[in-house]
C-alpha cells in the first residue's frame, strides 16, 4: 500500500495546490444525486475533498493508512472550521464497526494503491460492507489507455516554499504491463531559505485500469455498476484520452 511520509507529506498540499478540490468534490456530490447525510471517504489523504464535501453539507469520516497524512487531515480540518471524524486504517482490511454511510468515496486514483486484483477487491469489498441500504460507491480511477499512450518516464518540479526556499522533486516512472502497476520513484530536495535543506527518497505504486477491468473488480466486490464517466468533464464520454475515470455502484 502507498503513503507519503516525510518531506513528501509535510508538502503534500503544496505539491497539489493548484488540484480543484472543491470543483471536484461539487462533481461527486452532483454525481450521488442523493439526499446529503454520512458519508466515507476511503483514502482521504490531508482531508481537502472531505472538508469540501462536509462543506457542502456531508457529515464526513475519513480513512487513511498514512499516519502523516491524517496529522495534515487534521490541521486542514481544524483551519476550515469544519468536523471531521479520522481514522488511521488499510482500506483493504477496513473496520468501522456497525456503522453504516450513505455514500462512500476513494478518490484520486486511491483505489489503486493495493495493486493487485485481491487488493482492489478486498477495498470495494469493505466499501460495500459500509454502505448503508441504497447507498452509493464514487471510485475514481487511472485509466490505462491513457496511461499507456502519455506517461512521462522522467518529470522535474519544482515549487516555492511560504517562507522562503524551494522544493525539488524528480519522479521516475516505469510501467510493470504484466501487472497494470505504474511504479514511481521520487526524490525530494528541501532548499531552506538559511541555506539549510533536507532530501528524502520514496517509491509509489498504482494500478491502472480498464473499464472492463473495473466492471468486473466491482462485481467481484458483490457491486452493481450504476455508470462510469471521465472524472470532472463536462463531457461524460470516455475516450483513450483520459486520464480519470470515475465508477459509479451500488450494493447489488
Keep these: ?33 442523493r ?7 476511503l483514502a482521504c489523504g490531508t482531508g481537502r475533498h472531505a472538508v469540501e464535501l462536509t462543506r457542502r453539507g456531508w457529515t464526513v469520516t475519513g480513512v487513511d493508512y498514512g499516519a502523516d497524512l491524517l496529522e495534515r487531515a487534521r490541521a486542514n480540518a481544524e483551519a476550515a472550521g469544519v468536523d471531521l471524524r479520522l481514522h488511521e486504517q488499510d482500506m483493504r482490511t ?3 464497526g456497525d456503522e453504516r454511510f450513505a455514500a462512500v468515496t476513494c478518490l484520486f486514483d486511491s483505489i489503486g494503491y493495493p495493486q493487485s486484483d485481491e487488493g482492489v477487491v478486498a477495498a470495494l469489498s469493505g466499501a460495500r ?29 519544482t515549487w516555492e516554499l511560504p517562507g522562503g526556499g524551494e ?11 504484466e501487472r497494470s502497476v505504474m511504479h514511481v520513484a521520487y526524490d525530494l530536495l528541501e532548499l531552506g531559505g538559511d541555506g539549510t535543506y ?5 517509491e509509489q505504486a498504482n494500478r491502472y485500469f480498464t473499464v472492463s477491468e473495473m ?9 452493481a ?17 483520459t486520464w480519470h475515470v470515475l465508477a459509479l455502484a451500488t450494493t447489488a
Design 1 to 33: 500500500m502507498n503513503t507519503y511520509r516525510s518531506l513528501h507529506a509535510r508538502h503534500y498540499d503544496l505539491i497539489y495546490a493548484g488540484k480543484p478540490y472543491a470543483d471536484e468534490a461539487a462533481f461527486v456530490d452532483g454525481l450521488l444525486g
Design 225 to 241: 455498476e450504476r455508470d462510469f464517466v471521465a472524472a470532472y468533464a463536462r463531457d461524460p464520454a470516455i475516450t483513450a484520452d
Design 167 to 177: 522544493l525539488l522533486r524528480v519522479s521516475r516512472t516505469h510501467l510493470d504491463l
Design 35 to 41: 439526499p446529503r447525510g454520512t458519508l466515507l471517504d
Design 215 to 223: 466492471r468486473g473488480l466491482l462485481r467481484e466486490a458483490g457491486l
Design 198 to 202: 533536507e532530501r528524502a527518497s520514496e
Design 129 to 157: 460492507e459500509h454502505l448503508a441500504p441504497g447507498g452509493v460507491l464514487v471510485v475514481e480511477f487511472l485509466h490505462a489507455p491513457a496511461m499507456l499512450r502519455g506517461y512521462e518516464p522522467v518529470k522535474v518540479r
Design 94 to 96: 477496513l473496520d468501522l
